[in-house]
């Protein structure tokens, strides 16, 4: 019979799965910015519709200005911490892939191409909540869109801490 000689968790195959989690992170959450903001704008501007409606009772008027104007702050909420646990994921991930330093070049280059990507799509955040209308909404997401137009500098942060645990922790081993 076999003997298997594995110790724990062993993700040999993935060894350049690791930087690529940071291009998830990131996609996620631009994803979850734009959705965010444009999903309370479209709150916010069905609210102003209830209000000015006569066919509506006070006890729903209150309830949608009640969740217009709690659910951006909600939402801002979310996104710092789907931020953080990304990163706490991905950096578990990283832990529990055995790699050699040799992928350390690969990891370079790819992180160049992930600030470069980073660095579109905090301009593409920049425009779409400077649309008319949308520039009132974002204001009421300050952490979102700080993080949104910081994306590159947040993207080298998380991409250097994976790369500390993917690369680091042979000498700990």
Known sequence: MKKNNRR??????????????????????????????????????????????????????????TQASTMPGLYDGLFIFFLGMFWAAALLAS??????????????????????LGAYMSNIFDEVISSDGITTTADSFPITKFVMRNLPYFVLAIAFTIAIVLYGKSKIE
């Open 95 to 116: 832990w529990f892939i055995d790699t050699h330093p040799i992928f350390l070049v690969a990891a370079i280059i790819l992180l160049i191409v992930l600030i470069i």
């Open 8 to 65: 724990g968790i062993h993700l040999s195959g993935s060894k350049g799965n690791a930087i690529l989690d940071s291009v998830t992170i990131l996609v996620i959450l631009f994803m979850l910015g734009i959705a965010s903001i444009i999903g309370i704008y479209l709150l916010q501007t069905f609210n102003t519709e209830v209000q000015a409606d006569d066919g509506f009772n006070n006890l729903t008027k209150e309830h949608f200005s």
